[in-house]
Nanobody, 115 residues
Framework: QVQFVESGGGLVQPGGTLRLSCAASRRSDSIYTRGWYRQAPGKERELVADITVGGSTNYADSVKGRFTISRDNAKSMVYLQMNSLIPNDTGVYYC?????????WGQGTQVTVSS
């Protein structure tokens, strides 16, 4: 069993930036591909970005060029740098393995983009 703890969310104006962090309860989890997911109000959870152990990345079309995923394998941490935020980025952001393991979802961190 692994627990993921997300942090760094908040309220930001359109065009602003946030940096999300995700900690895994087991350092050994650093051998897995990890992803950031988000769930907007009234919508299903969707993959935002993922990153392999070697650092290869993949992004949803809606965030390409604005978001950057990174990781620190030694600390089993994953980060999401979010720039040029828009209201459609509003939602609860979660991290998990990729593919996601249903029992590993954490509480997530709320991101609200609003003026």
């Amino acid at each position: 069993q692994v627990q993921f703890v997300e942090s760094g969310g908040g309220l930001v104006q359109p065009g602003g930036t946030l940096r999300l962090s995700c900690a895994a309860s087991r350092r050994s989890d650093s051998i897995y591909t990890r992803g950031w997911y988000r769930q907007a109000p009234g919508k299903e959870r969707e993959l935002v970005a993922d990153i392999t152990v070697g650092g290869s990345t993949n992004y949803a079309d809606s965030v390409k060029g604005r978001f950057t995923i990174s990781r620190d394998n030694a600390k089993s941490m994953v980060y999401l740098q979010m720039n040029s935020l828009i209201p459609n980025d509003t939602g609860v952001y979660y991290c998990n393995r990729r593919p996601a393991v249903p029992n590993y979802w954490g509480q997530g961190t709320q991101v609200t983009v609003s003026s």
